[in-house]
């Protein structure tokens, strides 16, 4: 077996929460990076890394370059600083910088330097202020590979839940939702449940229409476009089921008779992750903890995220959680490890 790659951890956006979680990720992570059963080169900002690190502690991180061998942990600089990044301000030099340490961990992974990509979050605004007009991770992922038709999906504990459409307006989901781009999400989906481990992986569809369309009542798109795809994939030797009501299916998904959803848009999909990975203090009505994992299928590289936002109205206060980005670098490894694995075995 060979000895695992550098997972790429990608900043994010400096003055968001990202330089924080991913210094308390490295804290928490140290006894496996100085082991070696872990490897992480971050890419950012310098100084968003050192101010975070000034904040919640930790040891030095040696700044490396693309050439030569790196240590188990080291930071590489995303690009030029510019002016400086406050947390919690939106400005361009921090989309730019975000977007140009995804293009370097991007770059490393097609090279076969880094075996996947975890990245922190970015902010949509300043990615386009900075003039990167991507509507977030996985269309600037898609491109940056060349690849068309990536697909997300979110995990959190046994909910896997995969999207055929995802930022785009709600009256467009029946355009988008074809045939062939259903079909697409169920092969995706049903290979990361194989690279996950899951041996004979079980998927549901969710239906677009209010009870599946109620026979035509609500809408045929359920009975004439997803019902044959649904078909067609058992035929070919799949377990989908489907398309099973929207305000059923994840409830199901959560009783363990499926091990992934298809959502057909966002809402859809992120609602039932996000409400079970988000912690609510019950005193202060504020979300303490968050889990969960963004994972971009189809891609050449793997990509893995934390399933939240920048979080500006608390970066730099020293109180966002980690949790999420080492659910997500585990996500990664386990992803890593499988598609090494299946390497090592091709003759």
């Not at 400096?14 to 928490?28: L, Q, R, S």
């Not at 300043?126 to 068309?148: C, D, F, I, S």
């Not at 467009?172 to 899951?198: E, N, S, W, Y």
Request: proline share 7%; hydrophobic share 45%; aromatic share 4%.
């Amino acid at each position: 077996m060979n000895t695992p790659r550098h997972l790429a951890i990608t900043m994010g956006d400096p003055a968001g929460i990202g330089p924080e979680i991913i210094v308390k990720a490295c804290g928490a992570l140290a006894p496996r990076i100085a082991a070696g059963a872990l490897k992480l080169l971050l890419i950012g900002s310098g100084p968003a890394l050192e101010r975070a690190r000034a904040l919640v502690g930790g040891e030095p991180i040696p700044e490396v370059t693309e050439a030569g061998e790196w240590p188990a942990l080291g930071f590489l600089q995303a690009g030029p600083e510019g002016a400086p990044i406050l947390p919690g301000q939106l400005s361009a030099d921090g989309g730019r910088l975000a977007y140009l340490a995804v293009e370097r961990g991007v770059k490393l992974a097609m090279q076969g330097r880094v075996g996947g990509i975890v990245t922190a979050p970015l902010n949509k605004e300043a990615l386009n202020k900075a003039g990167y007009h991507y509507a977030g991770h996985t269309e600037m992922l898609a491109e940056l590979t060349g690849v068309k038709g990536s697909v997300m999906l979110l995990a959190h504990g046994n909910m896997r839940v995969s999207h055929v459409t995802t930022h785009i307006a709600l009256e467009d989901v029946p355009k988008r939702a074809t045939p062939q781009r259903i079909r697409l999400v169920l092969d995706l989906t049903h290979r990361a449940l194989l690279d996950l481990g899951i041996p004979k992986p079980r998927i549901a569809v969710a239906a677009l229409n209010p009870h599946a369309g109620e026979g035509g009542l609500f809408g045929r798109q359920d009975i004439e476009v997803t019902a044959p795809v649904i078909a067609q994939a058992v035929a070919d030797g799949m377990d989908v089921v489907g398309p099973v009501p929207g305000d059923t299916v994840f409830v199901k998904l959560r009783a363990g008779q499926y091990d992934a959803v298809v959502a057909m848009y966002h809402d859809q999909g992120h609602i039932p992750v996000k409400l079970l990975g988000f912690h609510v203090d019950p005193a202060t009505g504020k979300w303490d903890a968050l889990s969960g994992v963004n994972i971009t299928l189809g891609l050449p590289v793997i990509r893995t995220s934390v399933d939240h936002g920048t979080a500006f109205d608390i970066a730099g206060k020293g109180i966002a959680s980690e949790r999420s980005l080492i659910e997500a670098i585990e996500f990664a490894e386990a992803l890593a490890a499988r598609r090494a694995a299946r390497a090592e075995d091709t003759p």
